[in-house]
T-cell receptor, first 114, second 110 residues
Framework: IAGITQAPTSQILAAGRRMTLRCTQDMRHNAMYWYRQDLGLGLRLIHYSNTAGTTGKGEVPDGYSVSRANTDDFPLTLASAVPSQTSVYFC?????????????FGAGSRLTVL | RKEVEQDPGPFNVPEGATVAFNCTYSNSASQSFFWYRQDCRKEPKLLMSVYSSGNEDGRFTAQLNRASQYISLLIRDSKLSDSATYLCVVNLNTGNQFYFGTGTSLTVIP
C-alpha cells in the first residue's frame, strides 16, 4: 500500500534513553517532515528534508536529530529522551518542497517519556 | 502571535445542520491554504485545498479572503461521519513552512 509507514506505533520510554522513530515512504516524494502534536499547540515542525542528503531545522528542533540517507527513509532520533518530549509524532512527505504541495502523513508514533 | 488561529470549539451540531469554521492567518505573504481533517488518534488527511476563487467539493465549500486574511470552511447537511477535528493550514510557498492551526472540533449529533 502506497504511503508512509511509521514505527513504533507507540512506545513508553525511560528518561535519558535513546530512541529512534522510523519513517518510510514509497511514493518517491522528495520532501519529508517530522512534526509533533501536543494538545492546544497543534502540529509543530521538528525537522525537514527537501531531498535525500539534506536536512533542516524546524520550529522545535532541540533534542532531536534526523538523517536522510536515501529518498525513502527519514528517521528521527531522540538522543536522550526527556518527559517534555512526550507527544504524538507524525512523519509526513510531499512531492517536493513547494508550498502548494499537499502533505501526506503517516499514522503517527505515540511516545511517552517517564 | 500565532501564525494561524482557529476557534477550537467544540462545535456540536445536529445532523443536517450547516456549520462554518473560520481561520485567520497573520502573514500576508501566505500563498497556499488547506483544510485537513483529523479523526481522533489518527493522522491528518487533506480535506481540500483552498483557492482564491473559492472552491466546492460536494457538501464542503472553502473560501479565501486575502484582504482580511482568513479562510473558511462551510459544511452543509452535516453527517455523523463529519465528526472530527478540522485543521487550517497555511504555507508561505517558500518551502517547508506549513503552519497549522490547533484545530476546530466538530461533533455531529444524531
Amino acid at each position: 500500500i502506497a504511503g508512509i509507514t511509521q514505527a513504533p506505533t507507540s512506545q513508553i520510554l525511560a528518561a535519558g534513553r535513546r530512541m529512534t522513530l522510523r519513517c518510510t515512504q514509497d511514493m518517491r516524494h522528495n520532501a519529508m517532515y517530522w512534526y509533533r502534536q501536543d494538545l492546544g499547540l497543534g502540529l509543530r515542525l521538528i525537522h525537514y528534508s527537501n531531498t535525500a542528503g539534506t536536512t533542516g531545522k524546524g520550529e522545535v528542533p532541540d533534542g532531536y536529530s534526523v538523517s536522510r540517507a536515501n529518498t525513502d527513509d527519514f528517521p528521527l532520533t531522540l538522543a536522550s529522551a526527556v518527559p517534555s518530549q512526550t507527544s504524538v509524532y507524525f512523519c509526513a512527505s510531499s512531492p517536493d518542497s513547494a508550498g502548494a504541495n499537499v502533505l501526506t502523513f503517516g499514522a503517527g508514533s505515540r511516545l511517552t517519556v517517564l | 502571535r500565532k501564525e494561524v488561529e482557529q476557534d477550537p470549539g467544540p462545535f456540536n451540531v445536529p445532523e443536517g445542520a450547516t456549520v462554518a469554521f473560520n481561520c485567520t492567518y497573520s502573514n500576508s505573504a501566505s500563498q497556499s491554504f488547506f483544510w485537513y481533517r483529523q479523526d481522533c488518534r489518527k493522522e491528518p488527511k487533506l480535506l481540500m485545498s483552498v483557492y482564491s476563487s473559492g472552491n466546492e467539493d460536494g457538501r464542503f465549500t472553502a473560501q479565501l479572503n486575502r484582504a482580511s486574511q482568513y479562510i473558511s470552511l462551510l459544511i452543509r447537511d452535516s453527517k455523523l461521519s463529519d465528526s472530527a477535528t478540522y485543521l487550517c493550514v497555511v504555507n508561505l510557498n517558500t518551502g517547508n513552512q506549513f503552519y497549522f492551526g490547533t484545530g476546530t472540533s466538530l461533533t455531529v449529533i444524531p
